[in-house]
C-alpha cells in the first residue's frame, strides 16, 4: 500500500474512533449546581454535559419518586434549549415541573408503551444535537443500553438523564447493577424548613450521590429546587460546626 494512502486510512481510522469516542465532546464541560459542597465532590465542579446520569428515589414510594423527578427537572431546567422527556405512563404533572423551574413550554413529551420503546425515544433524541437535555422513565436499564445512551450523549454533547422507577418491588434491585452512567444519585424527602408564620416551607432532600465516575460518594442536605432549578444549602447546614471541630471539642471537655 503506498505510503500516502496508507496515511489516508490510518486518518480515516483515527476520525472515525474519536467520532465514536464523542470526538471534541469527550473533554466534556459541566453545569455547575452553583453549590460549593455539591460541586467540589464532582469531577470538572459540576454535573457532566455530554454524558448519561441516573436519578432514583430514595424509597419505593411516590414522594421520593416524586423528588426524584424534580431533581431532574431542576437540572434540565439549567440547560439550553427545549427539554425531551420520555414516559411509559401519564402521571407526569406539568404544574410541579414548573415550580422546580422547567416551564412547560420548553418540555416536549413522549409517551411509549413500555421501557424498550422508552429507551429507543432517549438513544434518538440524545443524537439530536439541540436539545438542552433528554430525561426519560424506565424501570431497568441493562448495561448494553446504558453504553449506547453514553455514547449517544458524548456524540451530541447534550445531558442524559434516566430517572429509575418501579411498578414492581422486584425491579428495585436493578438499580444497583453496573451502567455506564458517569453518576448515580438517590433522593430522599426530609421534613421541610420550619416557618415562623403557619405553612410549608421550602422543602428538603437528602441527596445521595452514590456513585460518581472519576470521584467519590457523597451525600448532602439541600433546600428543593426553587423557581429556577437551584438547590441551596440550609443555613442550619451551612452554620453548623465541622465534624472535626466537634471531635476537638469533645476531646477539650
Not at 424509597?59 to 424534580?70: E, F, S, T
Not at 450523549?153 to 430517572?163: D, L, N, R
Request: proline share 5%; glycine share 12%; hydrophobic share 45%.
Amino acid at each position: 500500500m503506498p505510503a500516502q494512502l496508507d496515511r489516508a486510512v490510518v486518518s480515516a481510522l483515527q476520525e472515525r474512533i474519536r467520532s465514536l469516542e464523542g470526538g471534541r465532546n469527550h473533554e466534556r464541560s459541566v453545569l455547575p449546581f452553583g453549590v460549593r459542597e455539591i460541586d467540589s465532590r464532582l469531577p470538572g465542579g459540576g454535573f457532566a454535559l455530554g454524558a448519561l446520569h441516573e436519578v432514583a428515589g430514595g424509597g419505593n414510594g411516590a414522594v421520593d419518586g416524586a423528588a426524584a423527578a424534580l431533581f431532574a427537572a431542576g437540572i434540565a431546567a439549567r440547560t439550553a434549549g427545549k427539554v425531551l422527556w420520555c414516559v411509559s405512563r401519564q402521571d407526569l404533572f406539568a404544574p410541579a415541573l414548573a415550580q422546580a423551574g422547567l416551564a412547560p413550554d420548553r418540555v416536549i413529551y413522549v409517551e411509549a408503551g413500555d421501557d424498550k420503546s422508552v429507551l429507543a425515544c432517549f438513544e434518538e433524541g440524545l443524537r439530536h444535537v439541540g436539545l438542552g437535555a433528554v430525561v426519560a422513565e424506565v424501570a431497568r436499564l441493562p448495561m448494553t443500553a446504558s453504553r449506547r445512551l453514553q455514547l449517544a450523549a458524548e456524540t451530541s454533547g447534550g445531558i442524559g438523564i434516566a430517572i429509575r422507577r418501579w411498578r414492581r418491588q422486584a425491579d428495585a434491585t436493578d438499580f444497583g447493577q453496573p451502567t455506564a452512567s458517569a453518576t448515580r444519585w438517590r433522593v430522599s424527602v426530609m421534613p421541610s424548613r420550619p416557618l415562623p408564620v403557619p405553612g410549608i416551607g421550602r422543602a428538603r432532600w437528602q441527596l445521595e450521590l452514590i456513585r460518581c465516575r472519576g470521584g467519590e460518594s457523597a451525600d448532602f442536605e439541600v433546600e428543593a429546587c426553587d423557581a429556577k432549578g437551584r438547590l441551596a444549602v440550609p443555613a442550619t447546614v451551612v452554620n453548623r460546626s465541622s465534624e472535626k471541630e466537634i471531635g476537638r471539642r469533645i476531646i477539650a471537655a
